[in-house]
């Protein structure tokens, strides 16, 4: 059975970086698309950025130009610079089947699998 452990959450001050790291297990992961989305208290969560199989990468649009994600094979972190106090969330690393990316929360918690997350603030 999949499982993601996610880490390297923590504090920062506004214009700060942090990275966060996830292992993916228990799974083919050429096979599967990986990714990362956040969710702030009394929000939805929403996808952050995504890698799949072939290489390909998305980013939602408060992601782009800040975050980088990066892939190498069950291995996946998110390189986060110049955050803000709106970019304080819990993170969740996923992982779902499938060929394109996706940002999609309600499709991941439908077909695929998150972690435990890990919390970034940022004051």
């Known amino acids: 059975h999949v499982q993601l452990v996610e880490s390297g959450g923590g504090s920062v001050q506004a214009g700060g970086s942090l990275t966060l790291s996830c292992v993916g297990y228990?799974?083919?992961?050429?096979?599967?698309?990986m990714g990362w989305a956040r969710q702030a208290p009394g929000k939805e969560r929403e996808g952050v950025a995504s890698f799949d199989s072939d290489g390909r990468i998305i980013y939602a649009d408060s992601a782009k130009g800040r975050f980088t994600i990066s892939r190498d094979n069950n291995f996946a972190s998110l390189e986060m610079n110049d955050l803000q106090p709106e970019d304080t969330a819990m993170y969740f690393c996923s992982a779902i089947r499938g060929g394109y990316c996706t940002l999609d929360a309600q499709l991941i918690s439908l077909f695929g699998t998150w972690g435990r997350g890990t919390q970034v603030t940022v004051s």
């Open positions: 228990g799974y083919q992961y050429s096979s599967y698309i």
